[in-house]
């Protein structure tokens, strides 16, 4: 369908995101990674282009939420590839049209779900072969505690910046996280973030 003339939209906010299945990248199978890329980025990348011209006609703006862990990736499966490729649909996606790019930190919501993600590790965990059950050992499914950030205003108050403001910027950083510990880690050298990530993370049972 052709867009109507007089069809504007000032404003596309993209925000949907799940990250289940999610779990150390060789627990997981190609429609694992494909079950949450499909939503994060291809979805985003989807209803972006069918709503374009209307945003472009209107001189509008584009949010997309992606997230620090499209600036740093800890963790397996699909949730920090979509980030990333948010981040980058985004940029190029700058030539004519003002694109904002929101970098929430951990906040509480049910992405970050204590329970979900419990349940989520045990069920890929019982489908593993034993030999990597022996690599990881029992130990590495123990529940991590997580400090959740609960206000989602931080968030909400930089999609309405990125919406309303005369001069949007071009990223957006939410949370007490996002600005202290995430972003400035994405500035520093690969191997030393891989050292800071790998003394955080849990350890396997058998060291490769």
Known sequence: RSVKENS???GLVNNAGIAIPTAPNEWLTKDDFVKVLDVNLVGLVEVTLSLLPLVRQARGRVVNVASVM????????GYCLSKYGVEAF????RFGVKVSVIEPGYFKTMITNAELLENNFVSIWEKLPEEIKASYGENYLKKM??????????????MEHALTSRYPRTRYSAGWDAK?????LSYLPSALTDVIFTWLSPKPAQKA
């Open 8 to 10: 504007r939209l000032w």
């Open 180 to 184: 202290l510990i995430y972003i400035p």
């Open 70 to 77: 499209g600036r740093v990736s800890f963790f397996g499966g």
């Open 145 to 158: 505690q997580k400090r959740y950030n609960s206000n989602l205003r931080l968030v909400t108050d930089c």
């Open 90 to 93: 985004s940029d190029s996606l």
